[in-house]
């Protein structure tokens, strides 16, 4: 014989806030980066910083809205635009709603593209791509999309910052530029030969060259000009393994001068340039490790160690992506809205864990923060990088680097 329960109100209600609690679904991220070949390591520490930052930033906290969690999925590109492009595709098809990507430009305008393209043809299943390191300036410029919101400044902004901590030199009067043979890599050519000719005309530029990226084992040949040339500092953008095997070569030639770099730290180069590289490579970056902004910033930096003893937070601004986006999805009420969460981007300020605020320009979908220039050392370090001994330590500082920077761009908006 069947027994018949009647619930009250409350408890009917109880249960559906439970079920509706089970069935919220998470907040998917697709990851699509370098997980193989000769930039594996800068994209799989990526990956791990950006796993973190969600479980400590929002999980740990209870999720966005009604709980639900983020999620971290990742897609070897290869850093290719092509393999890229398929990976975006299985995202989409698996119903993912935001693409975090930065490890180089040329993936990054043609995820854009893609994007764009998709979200003009099906309006029911649109994508944000959140680019946490991909800088070349067109993409914040000519070649801007709605879509398209940029964590980390764009190689412009930290030319400016750069030049302005190195017109302040007066022992530096020649000067070696140096870079890969690509969108980035010339964006930053011609910054630091127009910036440092207006800020200091008296600096020559004795050398301005490109080279195939990721192609180049052997960087002796590229060393010797530069030591040669007569320079008194070195100013590149190269990253990954490009980056490594240029800093070792140009100081195990004997150059003595500053090489000033934009990603040359974390992912096996600082262990790997260790002592060579002491008082010599520097850094033009967001965030500030040594000495670490705050205790809060120190604290997720341990926490980070904890769960990941040989990765290094060589990217704050991963953190700052996953926490303007899930204070986003918050203000807008909605994850799969991302015309409502993109608008809620548009003019954020958020306060970083790594010292300051930011601002997520309206405009263009360009960030503004602080930029320092690091300093390679194994002296005054909380934390190092690749268990090395080694690690960056603040030298220069720039406030809201690059707020008045000009933009081409012209949004189409949804």
């Not at 530096?172 to 980035?184: A, C, E, L, R, S």
């Not at 930096?301 to 601004?317: M, T």
């Not at 203000?331 to 809620?344: E, I, L, Q, S, W």
Request: with cysteine; net charge negative; charged share 20%.
């Amino acid at each position: 014989m069947r027994k018949s329960m009647k619930l009250g109100l409350g408890a009917v209600l109880a249960l559906t806030v439970s079920a509706g609690a089970v069935l919220a679904e998470n907040v998917k991220i697709a990851f699509i980066d370098p997980l193989s070949g000769p930039f594996a390591s800068t994209g799989s520490n990526g990956l791990s910083q950006f796993q973190f930052a969600a479980e400590r930033l929002v999980n740990e906290a209870g999720g966005v809205l009604d709980g639900q969690m983020f999620e971290i999925v990742p897609f070897d590109n290869k850093i290719s635009p092509k393999e890229s492009l398929i990976q975006l595709q299985v995202a989409i098809d698996q119903g993912i709603r935001y693409v975090v990507q930065g490890n180089s430009s040329g993936v990054g305008h043609a995820l854009t593209e893609a994007i764009d393209k998709h979200n003009r043809r099906n309006p029911d299943s649109r994508v944000l791509y959140l680019n946490y390191a991909a800088v070349d300036p067109a993409l914040t410029n000519d070649d801007c999309k709605f879509w398209h919101f940029r964590f980390d400044a764009n190689s412009d902004m930290k030319m400016d910052a750069l030049t302005d901590v190195i017109a302040q030199k007066d022992n530096i009067k020649k000067v070696y530029v140096i870079g890969q043979d690509y969108g980035f890599g010339k964006a930053v050519a011609a910054a630091a030969s127009s910036m440092l000719g207006a800020k200091r005309p008296d600096i020559e530029i004795v050398g301005n060259e490109l080279h195939p990226i990721g192609k180049v084992k052997d960087f002796t040949p590229y060393a010797r000009k530069i030591v040669s040339s007569g320079a008194d500092a070195v100013i590149t953008g190269n990253w990954g393994a490009d980056m490594l095997n240029l800093g070792k070569a140009v100081v195990d030639n004997g150059f003595e001068g500053p090489i000033y770099t934009y990603y040359a730290a974390g992912s096996g180069i600082t262990g790997a340039i260790g002592e060579s590289g002491k008082g010599t490579i520097r850094l033009i970056a967001q965030g500030e490790i040594n000495p670490p902004a705050s205790d809060a910033a120190a604290d997720y930096y341990r926490a980070f160690l904890a769960k990941y003893p040989d990765g290094n937070i060589d990217q704050p601004r991963i953190a700052n992506t996953i926490g303007m986006l899930a204070q986003a999805i918050d203000k807008a009420g909605t994850a799969t809205d991302v015309v409502a969460v993109a608008n809620a981007l548009e003019g954020m300020e958020y306060e970083e864990l790594w010292g300051g605020k930011l601002y997520m320009r309206p405009q263009d979908h360009q960030v503004v923060q602080n930029l320092h220039v690091h300093v390679h050392t194994d002296e005054g370090l909380t934390f190092d990088f690749d268990n090395s001994g080694y690690g960056i330590v603040t030298e220069d500082s720039v406030e809201m680097a690059g707020m008045d920077t000009p933009t081409t761009c012209k949004m189409k908006r949804p």
